[in-house]
């Protein structure tokens, strides 16, 4: 009984790392004017649950070293029911769609954030929404060891339907 609680404390205590998550479709790559700087981007499935993604690390002049994040505002999105809801950006479905969605709420991931949220989970296991849309791109420090999980914040996966597209530089 003792292995059985001390493995079950080692997967709550490194969430990130325990799971197999599969990894997110890299769509495009490309390098930019400036020599050295690069840019990488990638989709996250609304079919899928958590989808992970390690940014390249390869400092210096000539290396990678991704430290921006942009969720573009002209794209098509996901919903969390392509019978019903139109396709939405990281904040998730709001207003009417919000209101009609409540009854389904067990089905979220995360109660604290609206259904069709991106769900962002760091390496150490924390997990936040990404709710802003700002084309201007969003900042973080990845630091030497980056690794991010992305989901849509919903449970119920078989009726989801569109992707998020996500580019780093």
Not at 35 to 42: A, P, T, V, Y
Not at 94 to 109: E, F, H, V, W
Not at 147 to 155: E, G, S, V, Y
Request: glycine residues 12%; negative net charge; charged residues 20%.
């Amino acid at each position: 009984m003792r292995m059985k609680i001390a493995g079950l404390l080692i997967c709550l205590a490194l969430p990130a790392a325990a799971e197999n998550v599969p990894m997110a479709r890299i769509y495009s790559t490309g390098n930019m004017m400036y020599e050295g700087d690069s840019w990488e981007c990638i989709q996250i499935s609304s079919t899928m649950g958590w989808q992970r993604y390690v940014p390249p690390h390869e400092p210096g002049l000539y290396g990678h070293d991704f430290y921006n994040m942009t969720i573009s505002a002209d794209q098509e999105g996901w919903t969390v029911d392509k019978a019903r809801y139109a396709r939405v950006l990281n904040g998730g479905h709001t207003g009417a769609d919000a209101r009609a969605l409540s009854p389904y709420d067990g089905y979220k991931y995360d109660q604290s954030y609206p259904f069709g949220a991106l769900l962002l989970r760091y390496k150490d296991g924390t997990t936040r929404a990404l709710m802003r849309e700002d084309p201007g791109g969003t900042s973080w420090d990845f630091g030497n060891d980056p690794l991010f999980d992305f989901r849509i914040n919903d449970t119920g996966l078989g009726d989801n339907a569109g992707v998020l597209k996500i580019c780093f530089w």
